[in-house]
């Protein structure tokens, strides 16, 4: 899978100079210990390597392939000054690749002795939850309302950018640590956090994402011809594993405007190109400068066909007989133009699930509906023994970001577990 050949690997992992103050360590939101794991790429230990990236990432495959490695790592790399940083995210995707299909990673499971968490959401963050705390002896048990794990990298990412293969088997190693996933089963509906605190845990982490994409107060913005980008993708994902008999929103020979410029506006862009879409434009408020998405992103979009037209905002749409669109009001830097188009995708963002937070009492909300959590024990919310992480709580922006912010609740999560057990034994 890796795009790297083992000799190939090693080369480039010789190439590393292991700075004395790693800039790519600095550069990797979970802090990757990257020199010392090249390093023993680099002399073929390929086991070690493997056991070195495990101690910070439960997900190496799926980071080697989606993480935005030009404003991390690699954009850190001191190499990079000469234009010949180290392809840091292609030689994790390689030892990932390689320590899976050679099979030389054997973890031992620690006995769950320490105390018994609930993990709601089988995205980044509650899979890093869920690996983490499990390795630290704990018992964990993942509810996901879908029917199958692995949240936004399963039903969010496209095909082409992170295969549900190499999704599929990053859950098995975590489950391989000893944790336990139910899927379908939507808490908030078929039960509540006050149910699985009777069920026995000890503490529950919400990392369900978000729940309702943002729309654009603009007129015809409701007509079925437009869709949200989460929407489009989690579509195109379950038909393409064979889950969805629904109709594809976008058919070949489609007209398609993409609203938005982040990586999910991105990855809308490039689906509808691989559906065969006649013509693909996103349309962006702001100017390339200010796009949320990484310049190799939309590098790949240009060279696939993506039209780009910047400082443009669409101010009505105009629908057709059906599901079709006739055509687009847009106004480009003052000026107003028409566009025919079929459909409309809008990746504008969007607002934290609320179904988890209604269904029980004691858990508060900002303004904006994100839960409003501590500081110490990191993580918890307003109810004791409640964490939340992930989208629900408005901090990560990538799934490296989500990673980084559920293993500081991992470990406010572990240390709340512990200070309550110590005061009910001195009691």
Not at 36 to 64: H, Q, Y
Not at 333 to 351: C, N, Q, T
């Amino acid at each position: 899978m890796s795009d790297y050949t083992l000799s190939e690997a090693v080369r480039e992992a010789q190439r590393c100079l292991h700075c004395k103050m790693p800039a790519c360590r600095k550069g990797c939101p979970i802090a990757n210990d990257i020199p010392d794991w090249i390093g023993e790429l680099a002399k073929g230990n390929f086991g070690n390597a493997m056991k070195i990236i495990n101690t910070r990432s439960n997900l190496p495959a799926v980071c080697g392939r989606v993480c935005g490695h030009e404003r991390q790592c690699e954009g850190s790399c001191v190499l990079g000054k000469k234009g010949e940083a180290i392809h840091i995210g292609k030689l994790e995707r390689f030892v990932a690749d390689f320590d899976w299909e050679a099979g030389l990673s054997h973890e031992a499971i620690p006995e769950k002795n320490r105390g018994h968490v609930a993990v709601i959401g089988s995205g980044p963050a509650g899979l890093t939850i869920a690996g983490d705390l499990s390795r630290e002896g704990f018992a964990v048990d993942i509810y996901e309302m879908e029917q199958e794990p692995g949240g936004v990298l399963m039903f969010g990412i496209p095909e082409y950018r992170l295969p549900k293969e190499v999704v599929r088997r990053e859950i098995k190693k975590i489950e391989n640590l000893g944790v336990n996933i139910h899927t379908n089963v939507t808490v908030g509906t078929d039960l509540n956090v006050d149910q699985l605190f009777a069920r026995g845990y000890d503490a529950i982490f919400m990392g369900p994402g978000t729940g309702r994409p943002k729309s654009l107060p603009i007129e015809g913005i409701d007509h079925p011809g437009v869709f949200q980008a989460t929407d489009f993708l989690r579509q195109v994902n379950l038909e393409h594993a064979g889950l969805s008999e629904e109709e594809p929103a976008v058919r070949p020979g489609d007209c398609v405007g993409v609203v938005g410029c982040g990586n999910s506006a991105m990855d809308a862009a490039r689906t509808a190109v691989r559906m065969g879409a006649s013509e693909v434009t996103v349309l962006y408020h702001r100017t390339i400068d200010r796009m949320a998405a990484l310049r190799s992103e939309y590098d790949d979009a240009v060279a696939e066909g993506v039209r780009f037209i910047w400082k443009a905002s669409v101010t009505k749409v105009i629908g057709a007989e059906g599901d079709r669109l006739d055509h687009v009001e847009i106004d480009v830097d003052g000026e107003k133009s028409v566009m025919p188009l079929d459909r409309l995708i809008l990746a504008v963002g969007s607002a934290p699930a609320t179904r988890i937070v209604s269904s029980t009492t004691g858990i508060e909300v900002d303004e904006k509906g994100y839960v409003v959590t501590r500081e110490f024990p990191y993580g918890m919310s307003t109810r004791s023994g409640v964490f939340a992480g992930g989208d629900v709580t408005n901090r990560p922006a990538t799934v490296v970001h989500a990673m980084r912010d559920a293993k500081l609740v991992a470990e406010g999560i572990a240390r709340y577990i512990d200070a309550v057990k110590l005061m009910d034994s001195i009691k």
